[in-house]
C-alpha cells in the first residue's frame, strides 16, 4: 500500500513505547512512581493541535480533530471534527509508562475518534524527546494551530472552563468508584481516566460546550496501554465505565495481599478487552504477555471477557502503524459493538459467532468467555 502525506489534524505516532519506570504492569505500581511526568504547557483558550500524519488517514468516515482545552490542560482531546450523533461514545485512555504525554499514540487514537469516538487521553500533548519515547521517539514537538500560533478549535468556546486543569471536584468520580490498584499512587489508580470523565459530563451540561448533549458520558469505555492498562483497572469501578482494554498490560498477584486482584476483578461491572504481544517463545516476547493471560484466566466468569493475542509484536504492539495497525482495527470493533451497539461483522461479529473475523484471521491467537 502506498504511502502519502496528508493532513488531518492528527499527530505521526511516535512508535512503541518503553514502560518507562513499569517494568511491568503491577497491581502494586510502586515502580510506575519513577515515570518522571512531563510540565502541563500553559494554554488560555481552546486549541486545535495541527500535526502532519504520514500515511493513510483514518479510515473513518469523520474527519478528526486534536485538541487541548484549558478546561482539561493535563489532557488530549481526539474528537470527531463534526459531533453529528444524538450521542457519541467516549474512550478515556492511559499511556504507556503512565507518560503524560497526549500525542503517545496518535495513529491509534486518531483511528479510533473517526469512528465517532470522543477520545480523552491522559497527558497534554506535548510530544516526546527523542530518545524518551521507545522505538521510533524523537518526532517534533507539534505547534498548536499551525503557522499562526494558536487557532480556535472548530465549534463555540468551551463554556468558560478554568485554566490550568479538570474542574473543582474532578477526579473524585461517583460513589461506588473507589480508588482501584496502586491507591496511593494517583498515576495508576485511576484517578486521571475518572476525572476525564468528570470533565466531560459537566461539559455535557454547559449551554455554550460544544459537548453539550453530544456525548455518552453513561457508558464510557476506559482503555490503556501498559501502565495505562492499570489506569483502567482503577477507573473500572466507576459505574460510568462500561468495558475496559487492557493492552499490552495485566496485573500482578500481590504477595502481601492475596485478594487485592481479587477485590479489582470483582469491582468490574461491564466487558472487558485483553490483547497482548506473544510469549516468551515468540521472536519478539511481550513482557506483559503472562500477566495479561494470568487476567484472562483468572477473570470471574461473570465478566464478558475477550482474549487477544498477536505474537508477531513484543510489548510496543502495532500503535505507531498506520492507523494503529491490527490493533486499531479490533478497538474500533470492540467499541463499536459495546458501545455503539452494533451487531453487524464491523462490530460484534469480528469477535463472536461462526464467521467471526478475527477468529479467522491467523495472525491472532483468541480466546474469549461469557461473549454473548
Known amino acids: 500500500m502506498k504511502n502519502h502525506k496528508t493532513r488531518v489534524r492528527i499527530g505521526r505516532a511516535f512508535g512503541a513505547i518503553a514502560i518507562g519506570g513499569c517494568a511491568v504492569a503491577v497491581a502494586t505500581a510502586v515502580s510506575a512512581q519513577n515515570a518522571a511526568p512531563a510540565a502541563t504547557p500553559t494554554i488560555t483558550e481552546l486549541t486545535v493541535v495541527n500535526y502532519q500524519q504520514t500515511g493513510n488517514p483514518p479510515t473513518g468516515p469523520y474527519e478528526v480533530v486534536i485538541e487541548h482545552d484549558p478546561g482539561l490542560a493535563t489532557h488530549t482531546i481526539y474528537r470527531p471534527r463534526e459531533l453529528s450523533l444524538d450521542e457519541h461514545p467516549v474512550l478515556v485512555w492511559g499511556e504507556g509508562g503512565c507518560a503524560k504525554d497526549g500525542l503517545t499514540f496518535p495513529e491509534f487514537l486518531s483511528e479510533i475518534a473517526s469512528y465517532g469516538v470522543v477520545v480523552i487521553a491522559d497527558g497534554p500533548p506535548i510530544g516526546r524527546a527523542a530518545g524518551r519515547g521507545g522505538p521510533g521517539g524523537g518526532a517534533p514537538a507539534p505547534r498548536a494551530g499551525g503557522p499562526g500560533g494558536q487557532a480556535r478549535a472548530g465549534g463555540p468556546p468551551a463554556g468558560g472552563a478554568p485554566a490550568g486543569g479538570a474542574p473543582a471536584g474532578a477526579g473524585r468520580g461517583r460513589a461506588g468508584g473507589g480508588p482501584g490498584p496502586g491507591a496511593g499512587n494517583a498515576m ?146 470492540w467499541l463499536k459493538w459495546q458501545l455503539m451497539g452494533d451487531t453487524s461483522a464491523a462490530g460484534r461479529g469480528f469477535f463472536v459467532g461462526p464467521n467471526c473475523g478475527i477468529c479467522g484471521d491467523s495472525n491472532w491467537i483468541v480466546d474469549s468467555r461469557s461473549l454473548q
Open 188 to 333: 495508576v489508580n485511576g484517578t486521571d481516566l475518572v476525572a476525564a470523565i468528570d470533565w466531560l459530563e459537566a461539559e455535557a451540561d454547559k449551554r455554550r460546550s460544544r459537548f453539550r448533549n453530544k456525548v455518552d458520558v453513561e457508558n464510557v469505555a476506559a482503555m490503556g496501554m501498559s501502565c495505562g492498562g492499570l489506569m483502567s483497572y482503577g477507573a473500572s469501578k466507576d459505574p460510568r465505565v462500561a468495558t475496559v482494554g487492557i493492552w499490552n498490560s495485566g496485573l500482578f498477584p500481590d504477595e502481601n495481599n492475596l485478594n487485592a486482584n481479587a477485590d479489582i476483578y470483582n469491582g468490574i461491572h461491564g466487558s472487558v478487552i485483553i490483547v497482548t504481544g506473544g510469549g516468551e517463545s515468540d521472536p519478539i516476547p511481550d513482557i506483559a504477555y503472562a500477566n495479561g493471560k494470568r487476567d484472562f484466566e483468572v477473570m470471574p466468569p461473570s465478566v464478558p471477557t475477550f482474549y487477544g493475542v498477536y505474537p508477531s509484536v513484543g510489548h510496543g504492539g502495532t500503535y505507531s502503524q498506520d492507523n494503529g495497525g491490527p490493533y486499531g482495527i479490533a478497538a474500533v470493533a
